[in-house]
């Protein structure tokens, strides 16, 4: 099932006039990993926004093309402690704030939130005082509040940039999972080591406009190594001067060394 | 105590009202020393952070920045020696310019306008920001603002840098700047403290590491010794980066765990295989 279509769609900023994307098409169904690689600056959280109906709704700014999306979005920032609802002294409460104000009966609601703690692993901190978390945990919590919404198109936008290596991994496992209950998931991030057992597609943003897409394969290519955003593995290969195709991952490369 | 280091813990306990944060925390960093500062998510790696640049004093134990005792001195004072960049270094700026946040550190500690000037200049050539330096640090993106951050804390040409994920959000670029402008202040004798997620940013830039588990100090090492050994960092939350797993899979010799260092490595052993 289509979520998410994109077709041609160029944005600006407001007061600007160079677009921060440009002719953008993209399709992303259901129970699919979408993963956005670039540059700083590239458009990947732009087209984050866009996606969420963020933009131009809430950004200003002017889109051209067409937006079509089949199915409720929810958006983790960049900025995760941006998302805090200021209004709960738990955890718990933090988490149902989403989906009290989506105006669903109390026991979904506890449902869902139960569930959203125990995907992300943050039970424990249920009775905690949001304010006294430490950097990972809140990123944790605000990707819980977004779930608990249980939205079928999930963004999200460097998830893991506050996270320990352990809770990045369970995050990227998640991920895989949303995506087997059949929801689509787009997402942004500059650990591109993590993608090649995550991501089915990968979409290479450079200045606003899709540069290449295909399998996380990709990653591994000479223009992305190149460009710095092949995986480390990649990049060592072809920086020792060893031929190509390069491996991918580490595992890849042990196969290959023997 | 005597003081050797920039920086030393010496027993430090800190709680937040019942949550205990920090217990017995005894390390030294010493001038010019890059060092990594490890852990989960909740061990305690922050609250370090805010203990050295005084918005925190310690329960028990001391805090030393040199010669001074961090007890009893506010974070304008420990300014003169400490540079800081938290981890949501958004909530760090505040000026209408790129260039007014950066020179406000100097500024408040009373330099004359040149010298205001020379170190905001330096410290925006370090992160290569000069472009952006007119713009309102609002319209910057989240990675620029980050690089901002500390372009503002180096202007304080700090002895003790101490700085709290710097590279989350960052670009394989952005990482690079970060790298090469906090060598290069290390170099020039500053002791350099630097909580990170991020090993291979770690591996590639600092050479100790110092780990946290659950507010105590668990390991203290050099990072290219730790960070090739799983079966060490699995419990403490910590998964050996990309380089370093590869030089163990392949085992390649002197386990490099710098990108240079291992293609280096790999090509030499690809050559001798061709050859044999």
């Given amino acids: ?258 | 105590m005597a003081v050797n280091g920039a920086l030393a813990f010496d027993g430090v306990a800190f709680s937040y009202g019942n949550v205990a944060a920090l217990r017995d925390v005894s390390f030294e960093v010493a001038a010019g020393e890059r060092v990594a500062l490890l852990g989960r998510n909740g061990a305690g790696k922050s609250s370090v952070v805010r203990l050295v640049t005084g918005v925190l004093h310690p329960d028990e134990g001391t805090v030393w920045v040199g010669d001074w005792d961090t007890a009893g001195r506010a974070p304008e004072e420990l300014a003169w020696r400490v540079g800081s960049v938290f981890q949501h270094a958004d909530q760090q700026l505040f000026a209408r310019t790129l260039r007014e946040d950066v020179s406000f550190g100097p500024r408040a500690l009373g330099f004359p306008a040149p010298e205001v000037r020379r170190r905001t200049d330096e410290a925006l050539d370090a992160l290569d920001l000069h472009a952006h330096a007119a713009q309102h640090p609002y319209d910057l993106s989240p990675a620029l603002r980050k690089l901002a951050a500390l372009a503002g804390a180096l202007a304080l040409e700090p002895t003790v840098l101490v700085l709290d994920e710097p590279t989350a959000g960052l670009d394989r670029a952005g990482r690079g700047r970060v790298a090469d402008a906090v060598r290069e202040h290390a170099d020039r004798g500053a002791a350099l403290l630097v909580v990170t997620h991020d090993l291979a940013f770690a591996a590639e830039t600092l050479q100790r590491g110092i780990v946290l588990d659950r507010g105590r100090l668990a390991c203290d090492e050099p990072l290219d010794r730790l960070l090739t050994s799983a079966e060490r960092l699995k419990p403490l939350g910590l998964v050996p980066p990309p380089v370093a797993a590869l030089s163990v899979a392949l085992d390649l010799p002197g386990r490099p765990v710098r990108e240079r260092d291992a293609a280096d490595t790999l090509a030499r052993v690809a050559g001798g295989r061709s050859r044999s």
Wanted: glycine share 12%; proline share 6%.
């Fill in chain 1, 1 to 258: 099932m289509r979520i998410l279509a994109l077709e041609e769609v160029t944005f600006w900023y407001p007061a600007t006039a160079t677009p921060a994307l440009e002719s953008v098409s993209l399709e992303v169904g259901s129970g699919e990993v979408v993963a956005l690689v670039g540059r700083g600056g590239a458009g990947a959280s732009t087209l984050l926004l866009i996606a969420a109906g963020l933009a131009p709704r809430v950004t200003g700014g002017r889109l051209a093309g067409s937006v079509t999306r089949g199915a409720r979005a929810g958006i983790v920032l960049p900025t995760p402690w941006t998302q805090l609802s200021g209004m709960a002294f738990t955890v718990w409460d933090e988490v149902a704030f989403g989906p009290a104000n989506l105006g669903w009966p109390e026991h979904e609601i506890t449902r869902h939130v139960d569930r959203a703690l125990e995907r992300l692993e943050i039970t424990p901190l249920a009775s905690r005082d949001p304010v006294t978390l430490s950097g990972g945990e809140l990123q944790r919590v605000i990707v819980a509040g977004i779930l608990a919404m249980d939205p079928d198109l999930v963004l999200l936008d460097e998830p893991t940039a506050e996270l320990d290596p352990e809770g990045a991994r369970a995050v990227w496992r998640l991920v895989r999972s949303l995506a087997g209950e059949g929801k689509a998931v787009i997402l942004a991030t500059s650990d591109v080591d993590a993608l090649p057992g995550v991501a089915d597609r990968i979409i290479w943003l450079d200045q606003g406009s899709v540069r290449a897409l295909g399998e996380p394969s990709l990653l591994a290519e000479d223009a992305m190594c190149e460009a710095g955003l092949g995986t480390t593995v990649a990049g060592l290969w072809r920086a020792a001067g060893l031929g190509a195709p390069y491996p991918l991952t580490v595992v890849d490369a042990a196969q290959r060394w023997r």
